[in-house]
């Protein structure tokens, strides 16, 4: 970093497959914690001007859906699989840096995002690209349970905002308000593919399976003036339709060993 005269670090870098986090948990662990504190220390080091940290609303646990609660920047972490606790330690080892050292840090905290160039074992593409081929959805039995949908460039601006205006040790929940269940998702992506509703497949429940994440984007909306600028439906469609024209970019990825949604933790 410091041959390099880098002064600002954003740290992206994460294992963030919660299937396969029930299958290799070390692997999480070692990834998500001691990679981070790999580079925060790096970091301290080089004396750079800026950490800004990319979490989750994972680490505060999940909600009750049949409430309206939200997660504020106040809320309690409560992590409930090996990749929302791996997460959580990352967050804690970056705090604790700027309390002990004086890294200037930031955090952002955010909800599902989705968008163009999203590894195909995300749901999203996931559905999207089983759909393009004839082949089924997989839904979990709790096809109810609920997620926050966030546009990736919307994201993009959030943590553009944070770099530049954001507050040394602060900590900012960047989220859209935009809630679907994962059924609406197979049934949105189905209707924008033409594809029949017969390609939706229940499968058994991963362990830990959170219910509902909803944050409160109150903070940085507020402070930092960002809005997400990305519809749901039309942030959808065009995402849909990169994956239509882009089988070339994400074909060779699903032929890699995928983690079987169905098998992966028995």
Known sequence: LREERIDTVVNFAAESHNSLAVVDPTRFFRTNVLGTQTLLEASRAAGV????????????????????????????????????????????????YFETFGLPITITNCSNNYGPYQFPEKVLPLFTTNA???????????????????????????????????????????????????????????????????????????????????????????????EPSHGWRDGLAETVAWYTANRGWWEPLKKRAPVSEETAWR
Request: charged share 30%; with cysteine; aromatic share 6%.
């Open 132 to 226: 393009l081929d004839d082949e089924p959805l997989p839904m979990y039995a709790s096809t109810q349970n609920k997620r926050e949908w966030l546009h990736v460039l919307d994201h993009c601006s959030a943590i553009d905002l944070v770099l530049r205006k954001g507050v040394e040790g602060e900590t900012y929940n960047v989220g859209s308000g935009i809630e679907a269940t994962i059924e609406e998702i197979a049934d949105l992506v189905l209707e924008l593919t033409e594809k029949p509703q017969s390609l939706k497949t229940i499968v058994p429940d991963r362990p830990g399976h959170d219910r509902r994440y909803l944050l409160d984007a109150t903070k940085i909306r507020d402070e930092l003036a960002w």
């Open 49 to 96: 001007t800026r950490f800004h940290h990319v979490s989750t609303c994972e680490v505060y646990g999940d909600l009750a859906l049949d409430t309206d609660e939200v997660f504020t920047e106040e809320s309690p972490y409560r992590p409930r699989t090996p990749y929302n606790a791996s997460k959580a330690g990352a967050d804690h080892a970056v705090r604790a």
